[in-house]
């Protein structure tokens, strides 16, 4: 995606992703990572602020840091990394919450022509099953693969 994003670095597996978010809030470190499911070759895309204190990410929080769009698009870009790195991946992705599944899919649809032109975009019905992604239509989750 040609939008601004954070630089990031990974391990040698390309399943964990950290940046810095930069903004009035202060820097506030981020976490992508790709867990393996129970299902072949799909994989759980989680993302959040890094709790210092657990060790682990906060997929709850809310950072208000003023640059929304700019880690979306880091965010995305990894999906580029991680599916470049392992191209028979299917990338599971749903929000913590339904507020941020909302944004998920906005996102999806204000660049679905640019990510349509390497990727298969699916949705998650409300009755239980998977269709190619249509903008205008809700979903609960969405999968993601290389073309």
Known sequence: MNKPKYLYKT????TIYEFVSEGPKGSIKKIVEYTETSTENVYNLGFGDYDETTKSINDLSVTNNG??????ATVASTVY??????????????GST??????YRMGITNNLTEITEDF???GFTDVGSWEEFEIGEDYEAFL????
């Open 144 to 147: 993601i693969t290389k073309k």
């Open 81 to 94: 990394t991680f599916l470049e790195k392992h191209p028979n991946a299917y990338i599971l992705a749903t």
């Open 120 to 122: 298969i975009v699916y």
């Open 11 to 14: 391990e040698d597996e390309f």
């Open 67 to 72: 640059d929304s769009l700019k880690v979306l």
């Open 98 to 103: 339904n507020v941020r599944t909302r944004l």
